[in-house]
């Protein structure tokens, strides 16, 4: 995955980085390990709303508020997807670690606010040890995401869930 996702941003003249860490699992443990903050650090969660594989793209630090989601987008479901579900739309990803690309899976992404308070996002390139870097904007141009407010902020206690 990585290849087919720096070739689809060289094409488009895009500038990135790639960074190359020890396996990680967890989105809070990938930001440790490559040394990027938690808020930059952008998590794909996949969901259904009302029926669609839908990518949410939301800042590692918080978690998807399904309730807010369906009010921002007036949907009568949005849930998350189970593993398999969705594990088949992606060949060349591990599981958990798909990029936020959806443009490249025929899927909508939905972004949550508040990672554009930051001028760079990172986040999983296909494995649970690569990450890809590059500005917000680059991103949003690339991948023309609905911006909305789904996210909320996780308690430093809390365990990882979606």
């Not at 793209?57 to 918080?62: E, F, G, K, N, Y």
């Not at 670690?97 to 296909?126: K, Q």
Request: net charge negative; aromatic share 8%; glycine share 6%.
């Amino acid at each position: 995955m990585l290849k087919r996702l720096t070739q689809y941003l060289d094409s488009h003249n895009t500038r990135y980085v790639v960074v190359i860490h020890s396996p990680a699992f967890t989105a809070q443990e990938i930001a440790a390990r490559a040394h990027v903050p938690g808020r930059e650090l952008a998590k794909t969660v996949m969901s259904k709303v009302d029926g669609t594989m839908t990518m949410l793209v939301l800042p590692a630090s918080s978690m998807v508020n399904f309730t807010a989601l369906r009010q921002e987008i007036s949907a009568g479901r949005a849930e998350l997807a189970t593993e398999a579900e969705f594990k088949g739309l992606f060949p060349e990803c591990e599981v958990g670690a798909m990029p936020p690309f959806g443009n490249l899976f025929g899927m909508p992404v939905l972004v949550d606010r508040t990672l554009l308070e930051d001028e760079e996002i990172a986040f999983n390139a296909g494995t649970h040890k690569e990450l890809v870097r590059l500005s917000y904007a680059d991103f949003a141009r690339l991948v023309e995401p609905r911006v909305l407010s789904f996210g909320i902020k996780k308690r430093v206690h809390e365990e990882e869930v979606r």
